[in-house]
């Protein structure tokens, strides 16, 4: 994908070859010069279907120039893109290399992914103008589907000249990098840290994606780099779905550590079964994003459903960017993708200026968790804030529910519906215990990897050996 459509195809006065019919026949490497292209060998295709990958091969194109074309008088250019190094010759003048064809690796020096061959002036003729061409690609990594990308003559001029598009690259590049090193710095020194760090990788990774979509516009490469570069593309945009998405299940699920961690491998998992079964990274990069984007309204249609009201925006937002994915493809990737992170960014950058704090989203969009719980005690039915209680214990089809003041009574809510509505400072340590952090003296570790937890009211509370990580972090977070 390039995020500028070539100089060719936006000039007047131009014609373009892509889709013309072409003779495409093998090169002889003994010999350096064109073929009979009545050969039988030779056979017909499209320009775009021609393919120089681990060979060398000789076209041959036929095709009339438009009188206007002629009639300009401007200095004329053929400007041609392909993963490939290449020779050209109009009407038997030659007009230009890229590189040099060879039959091997060595032999050839790779040409420039773009280039542009000076048209002599008288050169051009009205009719049975013949263009042929020598192409060879022995020196990359990656076949391509489709490595010809452009073949057209327009009036010459600097393909990279700056235009409109150089300065929104520039432009939003600035601001994204901007953002991240904001967002960075303050996931060190402020309160959310944690949602300050992934929206510094939102900008990090939209930013990085930018400037692997762009490079093609703004600096010239070696055909061989087109394969990191879109290795990179391609990567930066699974980090991009991945942030995007862990942004969204922070702000919907923040208590929820294990199931945000678990949708976001699943959603791994997806991304790379795409990257290595999907062919053409173009189709790739669609879908790495859109996979994102369902994800993102999947877990707003969840939380809707667990009763957070504010669901519904991440799965109407979600749905609303998954089907403009789908419908715009390229020219979403390419344009409304940077502005709508930048649009975001933005916003953020200047709430916390205004404001001079980041908005507490899971506060505003979550369903704000119970200050008191029901509970049960000497034949009658009170009610208790959170705050007072040190731990809850399972008890057969009760839970048995311990407070600071000594007392204790029974809950008729499960040990799983109450860890979802819980707030955060009460962590899942076993099977049968949930413990509130602000109550925890001590924790103890044993050499079998369980572990124990010493609380203020001198009882003692057992870890298992699968919640021992996940409870040392959630005590040293806090």
Request: charge should be neutral; aromatic fraction near 8%; proline fraction near 5%.
């Amino acid at each position: 994908m390039s995020l500028a459509l070539p100089a060719a195809v936006q000039a007047q006065e131009s014609r373009n070859f892509i889709d013309h019919p072409i003779t495409v026949c093998d090169a002889d490497p003994l010999a350096n010069s064109p073929p009979d292209f009545t050969d039988p060998d030779c056979r017909m295709m499209l320009f775009y279907e021609a393919d120089p990958q681990d060979r060398q091969i000789w076209i041959e194109l036929i095709f009339d120039a438009d009188t206007a074309m002629i009639e300009a008088g401007k200095p004329m250019g053929l400007f041609f893109s392909a993963k490939a190094s290449s020779e050209a010759f109009l009407n038997s003048v030659t007009i230009g290399a890229n590189g040099v064809p060879g039959t091997s690796a060595l032999s050839e020096k790779p040409g420039d992914m773009d280039a542009v061959f000076f048209v002599p002036e008288g050169t051009l003729r009205a009719t049975d103008n013949r263009l042929v061409m020598r192409l060879s690609s022995m020196n990359g990594g990656i076949n391509l589907q489709s490595p010809i990308h452009a073949a057209s003559i327009a009036p010459y001029r600097n393909p990279r000249q700056p235009g409109p598009a150089t300065w929104f690259v520039l432009i939003t590049f600035g601001l994204l990098i901007a953002a991240c090193v904001y967002f960075g710095v303050d996931s060190i020194r402020a309160k959310q840290r944690r949602d300050s760090a992934v929206i510094a990788m939102i900008a990090f990774a939209s930013a990085a994606q930018l400037a692997a979509e762009a490079a093609r516009d703004i600096v010239p490469y070696p055909y061989p780099l087109h394969d990191l570069r879109l290795s990179l593309i391609l990567t930066f945009a699974i980090a991009l779905g991945l942030s995007c998405t862990a942004y969204g299940l922070l702000v919907l699920f923040r208590p929820q550590k294990k199931a945000r961690l678990i949708a976001l491998l699943a959603l791994l998992g997806v991304m790379l079964m795409i990257t290595l079964f999907q062919q053409g990274f173009d189709i790739k990069t669609v879908l790495v994003l859109l996979s994102a984007s369902l994800a993102i309204s999947a877990a707003g249609v969840v939380s809707r459903a667990q009763g957070n009201r504010n669901g519904q925006w991440f799965a109407l937002g979600g749905a609303i960017i998954g089907v403009a994915i789908f419908a715009l493809g390229g020219l979403f990737l390419d344009t409304l993708l940077y502005l709508l992170i930048a649009a975001f960014l933005l916003w953020m950058l200047v709430v916390r200026a205004r404001g001079g704090g980041l908005p507490d989203l899971a506060a505003i969009q979550a369903p704000a968790p119970p200050k008191r719980i029901e509970l049960s005690s000497n034949g009658k039915i009170e009610f208790v804030d959170t705050g007072e209680v040190i731990r809850f214990s399972g008890a057969g089809d009760y839970v048995e529910v311990f407070l600071k003041s000594g007392r204790s009574g029974l809950s008729n809510a499960s040990l799983t519906a109450l860890e979802r509505e819980l707030p955060d400072t009460f962590i899942r340590v076993h099977r049968s215990h949930i413990v509130n952090a602000d109550h925890v003296q001590s924790l103890q570790r044993e050499t079998a990897g369980t572990g124990e937890l010493q609380m203020a009211d001198g009882s003692s509370v057992p870890i298992s050996r699968r919640n021992m990580a996940s409870v040392k972090s959630a005590l040293v977070e806090r």
